[in-house]
């Protein structure tokens, strides 16, 4: 519980951009998370940590907090949590110019939004593939 409310502070820092303190609280989620085997909360502050350094355009340690968020949210089953972090990945592939595998991540995205029948995500799963195939076509 304790480690939610951290989450949702640090979330709440972001979003004012004061990221240095988001990443604090999320580093301080990581350690209790770690300790009490809260698998949930390690996989929320991994995604939300690597949104942090996105939006920092550190590219490359963005998609390794992703892809530890992606194993952990796949490892409890979480297909919602799974979703975010593979799409979040195919993101950071389409920035990085690697629009085969960004494309990979999106329709693997896609299929766990349609399994849950998130309209929202489903729309910007699709929106986000077409512009992979935009850019794989302009090759």
Known sequence: MHAQSLMRKGIYYDVISKTDSA?????????????????VSL????????????NRTELEAAMQDFIQSSTLFKQLGNTYGLASAQNNIGLILYDLGRYDEALEYHKSSLKSRIERQ?????????????TAFSKLNQR
């Not at 990443?23 to 698998?39: E, P």
């Not at 929320?44 to 949104?51: C, E, Q, R, T, V």
């Not at 995500?121 to 077409?130: D, H, L």
């Open 118 to 130: 998130d309209s929202y995500g489903i729309g910007a799963s699709y929106s986000n593939i077409a």
């Open 23 to 39: 990443l604090q609280l999320y580093n301080q989620v990581l350690k209790i998370a770690s300790v009490n085997k809260d698998t």
């Open 43 to 54: 996989a929320g502050a991994y995604n939300n940590i690597g949104l942090v350094k996105w």
